[in-house]
């Protein structure tokens, strides 16, 4: 990737998620590239997290506007459907931050090569660790989200959906 390249992926990577502000869409793993051309315009590829997601028109209009402020002449922002985001794509970083926002991040994916079974998902509550959860709805606050709540302390949490 070229330095110029790589300053206009810089400025895109700090775009907030606006689902998860607390993650930029570089920690959530739905930047996939940025390149700039010899007349410095700008395309940025983006890979949607759920093909229902709202806030991807947001995330869309983010991009190119810090890009445009940076001063870039023309900014193009790519949808890129294939391959598919995974909740692998998120950084660990990413996944810590979800962690403290009271966010579950989604386990990692059995691996096709391993050969696994993909058990029932059990998530444990985020606030007192209890493995005792339950889903109350598959759409929480948002589309991307589903909302369980923990049997022991009644705290109820968001799990971003595993795809
Ligand atoms: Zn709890």
Not at 16 to 27: F, N
Not at 60 to 74: I, N, S
Not at 141 to 149: G, P, R, V
Request: glycine content about 8%; proline content about 9%; hydrophobic content about 35%.
């Amino acid at each position: 990737m070229s330095p110029r390249s790589e300053r206009a992926r810089e400025l895109a990577a700090q775009v907030l998620d606006p689902e998860m502000p607390l993650l930029t869409i570089e920690e959530l793993g739905i930047l996939r590239d940025a390149t700039v051309d010899d007349e410095g315009r700008v395309e940025v590829s983006i890979t949607p997290t759920y093909s229902g997601c709202p806030a991807f028109d947001a995330i869309r209009t983010d991009v190119h506007d810090v890009l445009a402020r940076a001063g870039y002449a023309e900014v193009t922002v790519k949808t890129v459907w294939s391959p598919p985001w995974t909740t692998d794509w998120i950084s660990e970083e990413g996944s810590r931050k979800l962690a403290a926002f009271g966010t579950v991040p989604p386990p990692a994916r059995a691996d096709a090569a391993g050969g696994g079974i993909l058990v029932p998902l059990t998530l444990r509550c985020p606030h007192c660790g209890s493995p005792e959860t339950r889903e109350l709805s598959r759409f929480g606050s948002t589309a991307c989200k589903a909302l369980w709540a923990c049997n022991r302390c009644g705290e109820p949490f968001d799990h971003v959906k595993a795809f």
